[in-house]
């Protein structure tokens, strides 16, 4: 197959730097990109990008251009994204981080777009990422509609839709099974509304990791999210909040949670303010989380939890959760009554409660 990023390059440049609105068609067909950037800023504020065909990344990350970027959409306004399918063929790294080497790459997310605004991701389809699928980083008003992702469960740190230092996304109709968060929510990111959503395989809809080593003593806060009419089938978490047990200062804030099903999920309801993945590096014993979290609303959740922990709060004792409201939960366990934990969390709760509310 041969190389066509020139070709995409050079098709940007013409439309960059076009003064009338420019659609590149992308035809039915397989199409190898070894990497590119689409930079700007660009006098058009109008590009579409329809795309008909597939395209597809080289099979192995070395054969990358940039072993961490595919395609990248940099400084630009006003860029639509209409369909196609995006083939991050990670396989080959999946396999290399599942034996253990120590000396596999990072690899590659399949589609960054970053300090861009007004700009619109509709109907296409992303398979096999060897990272992330879609990073959104420091961007105003996104908005992904009608979003298909899948990779294998077993695949490791394939993140469906990933937003950060971003205000302004909007992400409806998606459909996310993979081997990660579905969903991840970044420091800094604010007016992010999710609506629509199916999720699992996959670890839920997760705000952070906040905190960890690398982030400093101050992290961007996160604050004003909705996610509203979700789905989680089979996921490891429905609706998870992380933060590492550090000094560093953050906050967590007006966050709705509202009218989910779980089908069999392990964690649905989640606050853990001591997160540190498979015991590496994590802080000292003891050691307690400076992210603020507070006004957290979950209402109308139902569903069967895979586990008789069905919710649970664990957190920070310096920094106790607080104004935390449940209204309408019922989430079953299979096999016996479910439980909620609660520690260091303050709030209240309304109505039905299914398992008895510990706030």
């Known amino acids: 197959m041969t190389d066509s990023s020139q070709s995409f390059l050079q098709a940007w440049g013409s439309a960059c730097s076009s003064s009338q609105p420019v659609t590149i068609h992308v035809p039915a067909g397989n199409f190898l990109i070894t990497g590119t950037t689409f930079s700007g800023p660009c006098k058009n504020t109008d590009i579409e990008f329809l795309i008909d065909g597939t395209i597809v990344a080289p099979p192995k990350n070395e054969n990358l251009r940039d072993p961490n970027q595919w395609i990248m959409f940099d400084t630009v306004e006003g860029v639509s994204i209409n369909g196609g399918t995006f083939d991050g063929r990670g396989e080959a790294l999946w396999n290399c981080k599942s034996a ?28 096999n990422s060897e990272l992330f699928h879609v990073v959104i980083l420091g961007c105003n008003g996104v908005t992904l509609q009608g979003v298909s992702i899948i990779a294998p469960e077993s695949s490791p740190n394939t993140d469906g839709i990933h937003v950060e230092s971003s205000t302004g996304v909007t992400i409806i109709q998606a459909n996310i099974k993979t081997g990660d968060d579905c969903i991840s929510i970044g420091p800094g990111t604010s007016h992010l509304w999710i609506e629509r959503v199916n999720c699992g395989p996959g670890h839920g809809i997760s705000i952070g990791s906040l905190g960890k080593k690398g982030q400093g003593l101050d992290v961007d806060g996160v604050q004003n999210v909705t996610v509203k009419t979700t789905v989680f089938t089979g996921a490891k978490n429905g609706f998870r909040i992380k933060t590492w047990g550090t000094k560093s200062r953050g906050y967590v804030k007006n966050v709705a949670f509202v009218d989910a099903m779980m089908r069999n999920v392990e964690n649905p309801i989640i606050i853990d303010q001591h997160y540190c993945p498979d015991d590496d590096g994590c802080p000292s014993k003891g050691s307690s989380s400076g992210i603020k979290i507070s006004d957290v609303k979950y209402k109308q959740i139902h569903g069967t939890s895979a586990s008789q ?49 510990c706030l």
Not at 102 to 118: R, V, W
Request: net charge neutral; aromatic share 2%; charged share 10%.
């Open 309 to 357: 922990v069905a919710v649970n709060l664990d957190c920070s004792s310096s920094n106790p959760c607080s104004q935390i409201s449940m209204q309408d939960i019922k989430l079953m366990h299979a096999n016996g009554r479910s439980e909620a934990l609660c520690k260091n969390a303050q709030g209240a709760s309304l109505g039905n409660m299914v398992p008895p509310s």
């Open 100 to 127: 253990n080497n120590h000396h596999c790459p990072d690899g590659a997310p399949t589609l960054i777009f970053s300090n861009s605004k007004n700009m619109a991701i509709n109907s296409i389809t992303s398979i």
